[in-house]
T-cell receptor, first 115, second 115 residues
């Protein structure tokens, strides 16, 4: 069975601090996909990134970066120089070889950036 | 704006009742997914339709059913409602049966409250 664990339920930091959101996954598939989604107060889910199991390169997009480590089954997300607009619930998700079908989500981490 | 439209945004009803949630996918998207977000269960995949046909089923109760119409909009029918059905129901769409980029475009959700 597939499982995603986001152990941090809530994180609160002051603006401009760096913050890392942890994600640990379990799967028996050799090919799988990992995702991060953002859920702002407006409620919709916004796609941030997708990684497949064969691509362990870290990725940076502006202030966002992702660290994928197969050895520890982790796919952590770091926000550098956080801003108030980063406040949201962030979900890590996993799917099998059929791509986005049947995304298995973690419980989410509520991130609050205080001015 | 993801391009996925869900109606109604909010719905309050009583136990035992039946409701229908509607989703219009992004223009050109053939796949529609339904997810349920509740406090105790988190975000769970319910069902997927592709071009009018059911393609994948998740943790969808027998009291729930869905369909996708020829114009590609989808409806999720929830019957014999229970208090525990109170949740945010998301619709998402993608172009293909399996999304090559893993990017699902989510609507803003329909918040159902069962009293």
């Amino acid at each position: 069975a597939q499982k995603v664990t986001q152990a941090q339920t809530e994180i609160s930091v002051v603006e401009k601090e760096d913050v890392t959101l942890d994600c640990v996954y379990e799967t028996r598939d050799t090919t799988y996909y990992l995702f991060w989604y953002k859920q702002p107060p407006s409620g919709e889910l916004v796609f941030l990134i997708r990684r497949n199991s064969f691509d362990e390169q870290n990725e940076i997009s502006g202030r966002y970066s992702w660290n994928f480590q197969k050895s520890t089954s982790s796919f952590n997300f770091t926000i550098t120089a956080s801003q108030v607009v980063d406040s949201a619930v962030y979900f890590c998700a996993l799917s099998g070889i059929q791509g986005a079908q049947k995304l298995v989500f973690g419980q989410g981490t509520r991130l609050t950036i205080n001015p | 704006d993801s391009g996925v439209t869900q109606t109604p945004k909010h719905l309050i009803t009583a136990t035992g009742q039946r409701v229908t949630l509607r989703c219009s996918p992004r223009s050109g998207d053939l796949s529609v997914y339904w997810y349920q977000q509740s406090l105790d269960q988190g975000l769970q995949f319910l069902i997927q339709y592709y071009n009018g046909e059911e393609r994948a089923k998740g943790n969808i109760l027998e009291r729930f059913s869905a369909q996708q119409f020829p114009d590609l909009h989808s409806e999720l029918n929830l019957s014999s409602l229970e208090l525990g059905d109170s949740a945010l129901y998301f619709c998402a769409s993608s172009v293909a049966f399996t999304s090559p980029t893993g990017e699902l475009f989510f609507g803003e959700g329909s918040r159902l409250t069962v009293l």
